[in-house]
Structures are given as structure tokens and as C-alpha cells.
């Protein structure tokens, strides 16, 4: 059955030449919602998650953190490698990797890799995350294999900004339970049909139901920024928001996003504080 959800209020940010942002889903080109299927992930799809990350987000994104310089010649190298390092992810039962697929076909057309409320703040991503999970002793990697799922990443770029993040998201929430959302995706052919809007609801079902709702927490891309604000995301700081339920965004956040550019941090799509 055809999704009958009107087009969403624009929301319109004032981005840096070169930058597009997300569009409104126009009734026409929603997925109806019986043509996707949300559920969640296992390791078996880890390959699958590494092949649509390094297809939906952008080359200044990977180019920063995976620098062509450093890279193998061979693309499926590069997806092994990620693929590896997301299966360690799965062992962690409070990190739900939740995917939209098609029903027919089963193909993986976006991801949300949601963090529940309890996990410490320390992002899944980042090398260190293996020790400080204890995920390398219960997978018994080698040092050796365990470097190699590490090759072509810049560490600085990739750990460095990650922790950033994670100390910033201490600062804004201190001990406050939280839901985290890292990474979100749609593969680009399926984008603006209304799959990231079911992979958001996935967290926010749940996030909502309790008494008081419980926060949801992001760091965003510039172009991705009217998708969350649109789903009741506040900026709090330049790159990172907070919901806490639905709500409309005001004129004044709409003001408080625009991206500035520096040269100082690749996030996304641009180079952004
Ligand atoms: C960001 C991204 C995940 C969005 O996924 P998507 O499947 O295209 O999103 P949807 O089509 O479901 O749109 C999401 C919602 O935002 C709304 N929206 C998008 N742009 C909007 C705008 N400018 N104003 C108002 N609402 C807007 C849509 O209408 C939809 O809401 P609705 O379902 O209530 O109508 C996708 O563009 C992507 O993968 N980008 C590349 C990777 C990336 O940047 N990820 C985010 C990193 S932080």
C-alpha cells in the first residue's frame, strides 16, 4: 500500500558552492511501505555495509580518512579490509545495525547503525574501539591480521576525528542515556524515497516511548542536515544534534547550520566546523 505522507515543509540550509542538499520526498517517488523490509543486520552483512558506505558517502569523506595515496589498487581489497573491521562491530549487542532492504529481492538499499542507551561513549568505529570493547580477544585476531584490516587508513584523520566527536558528545551529555546514530546511509539510486525516514523510525519508536523520551544523538554531514532537522533534530554545536522527540524546526536553527568551511575537517561532504 502506497505510503499517503505528504511532502515534508522545506527546510532549506545555505550550503558552500559545490554542496547539494536533500530534498523533500515527493509523494510520487516514495517506496510504498510493504517494498522495504526493516530489520536488523548480522556479520554476514558486513560486506554488503562496507561496499554501501564507500558507495553513498562521498569521495572528500573517504579521501580524507582513506587518502588515495595509501590505497591498494584493488577496490575489493579496500571493502575487505572495512568489511573485517565492521564484523567486529556485531559482537557488540547494543550497537543495531538496521537495514532496509528490498522485500523482493533482499538487496541491502540502506543502513543505520543505531547505538542503544547504556553503551559507553566510545565510538564503534574508531581502532581503539577493538580494545576497548574487547572485541580483538573474542575474534583471537593476530596482530598481524588485525594491522592489516588497518592498511590505507590515515589513523590520525580516522581516530582523530572520531574521538573528537565522542569528547564532544561527553560534553553534551554527560552521563544522560542516549541513542547514537553512526553511520546512516541510503545507496544513492534509492535516496529520497523515504528509506532513511524508516531507518530513523527504527530508534525513534523506541526512543520516543519512554517517559521522558530519550535523547537521540548525531554528528551530521552538511548535506544531511534538513533529513535530521526535519526528524526533530537541534543543532547543538557546529556538526552534532540532539532530539528529543518530534518537533519542528524554527527559523533560527535553520540559521544555526549553515555550514562554514575550513580547512581544518572533512566531514561528509565538505569541509565543515
Ligand atoms: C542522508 C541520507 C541518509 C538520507 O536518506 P534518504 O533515504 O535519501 O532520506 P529520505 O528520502 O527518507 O528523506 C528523509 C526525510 O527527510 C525529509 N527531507 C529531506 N530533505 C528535506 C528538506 N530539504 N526539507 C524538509 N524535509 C526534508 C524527507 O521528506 C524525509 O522525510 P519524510 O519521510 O517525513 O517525508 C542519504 O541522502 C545519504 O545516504 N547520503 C549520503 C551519506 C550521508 O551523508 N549520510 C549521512 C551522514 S551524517
Redesign the pocket.
Known amino acids: 500500500m502506497a505510503d499517503a505522507?505528504e511532502?515534508?515543509?522545506?527546510?532549506?540550509l545555505d550550503l558552500p558552492v559545490g554542496l547539494q542538499?536533500?530534498?523533500?520526498?515527493p509523494a510520487e517517488k516514495r517506496l510504498p511501505a510493504d517494498d522495504i523490509t526493516i530489520s536488523l543486520c548480522d556479520s554476514n552483512d558486513a560486506s554488503d555495509i562496507a561496499a554501501g558506505l564507500y558507495e553513498?558517502?562521498?569521495a572528500a569523506f573517504w579521501d580524507h580518512k582513506e587518502p588515495i595515496a595509501l590505497r591498494p589498487p584493488e577496490q575489493a581489497t579496500r571493502q575487505t579490509r572495512l568489511a573485517n573491521r565492521l564484523r567486529a562491530v556485531f559482537l557488540n549487542p547494543k550497537i543495531n545495525w538496521v537495514k532496509a532492504t528490498l522485500t523482493t529481492t533482499g538487496q541491502i538499499i540502506?543502513v543505520a547503525g543505531w547505538v542503544a542507551p547504556g553503551n559507553p561513549i566510545h565510538n564503534h568505529f574508531r581502532k581503539s574501539a577493538v580494545d576497548f570493547y574487547g572485541w580483538r580477544e573474542k575474534l583471537g585476531w593476530s596482530d598481524e591480521e588485525f594491522e592489516e584490516m588497518w592498511k590505507g587508513v590515515d589513523l590520525e584523520a580516522w581516530d582523530g576525528t572520531f574521538s573528537k566527536d565522542d569528547e564532544t558528545r561527553k560534553e553534551v551529555l554527560g552521563e544522560e542515556e542516549h541513542w547514537y546514530l553512526a553511520?546512516?546511509?541510503?545507496l544513492p539510486g534509492?535516496?529520497?524515497?523515504?528509506?532513511?525516514?524508516?531507518l530513523l523510525d527504527w530508534a525513534f519508536k523506541q526512543a520516543d516511548a519512554t517517559s521522558p523520551v530519550t535523547p537521540c544523538y548525531?554528528?551530521?554531514?552538511p548535506?544531511?542536515r534538513?533529513?535530521y532537522m526535519?526528524?526533530g533534530f537541534v543543532p547543538v554545536g557546529n556538526i552534532n544534534f540532539v532530539r528529543r522527540g518530534p518537533r519542528k524546526v524554527t527559523e533560527e536553527e535553520m540559521q544555526k547550520v549553515h555550514a562554514k568551511v575550513v580547512d581544518s575537517e572533512v566531514r561528509?561532504?565538505g569541509k565543515v566546523v
Open positions: 505522507k511532502t515534508a515543509e522545506y527546510i532549506k542538499q536533500t530534498e523533500p520526498v553513498a558517502f562521498p540502506g553511520p546512516l546511509y541510503t534509492f535516496q529520497g524515497r523515504g528509506v532513511g525516514t524508516r548525531l554528528e551530521s554531514a548535506t544531511a534538513a533529513v526535519h526528524a561528509g561532504v
